[in-house]
Nanobody
Framework: VQLQASGGGLVQAGGSLRLSCAAS????????MGWFRQPPGKEREFVSA????????YYADSVKGRFTISRDNAKTTVYLQMNSLKPEDTAVYYC?????????????????WGQGTQVTVSS
């Protein structure tokens, strides 16, 4: 069971990045997926999630209207398109598989996590 996150980097405020999370084998099929982030010195927080069945999407208020989550089930990959980036978006971003049916923003609802990819937004 592996989740491989990539696509992070250094970008100026107002710029864009697209994160990818590639999942191996049965890790992906039938499961909702989410993105979390951990800013420097802070707790890991929910960013976005997408369901398996209907591709319903959920977003934290802080990213709503700027970030877009999507998934390609054939490629077993979930994406996070991040536009209009702000310095406060600087964090390590993690993808995760959701195993439970509780609220999508709870970390406890996710069992497998990727290794994280660093996003740094300069002002």
């Amino acid at each position: 069971v592996q989740l491989q996150a990539s696509g992070g980097g250094l970008v100026q405020a107002g710029g864009s990045l697209r994160l990818s999370c590639a999942a191996s084998g049965p890790t992906f099929s039938g499961y909702d997926m989410g993105w979390f982030r951990q800013p420097p010195g802070k707790e890991r927080e929910f960013v976005s999630a997408i369901t398996w069945r209907d591709s319903n999407t959920y977003y934290a208020d802080s990213v709503k209207g700027r970030f877009t989550i999507s998934r390609d089930n054939a490629k077993t990959t979930v994406y996070l398109q991040m536009n209009s980036l702000k310095p406060e978006d600087t964090a390590v971003y993690y993808c995760a598989r959701r195993w439970s049916s509780g609220p999508v923003y709870y970390r406890s609802q996710y069992d497998y996590w990727g290794q994280g990819t660093q996003v740094t937004v300069s002002s």
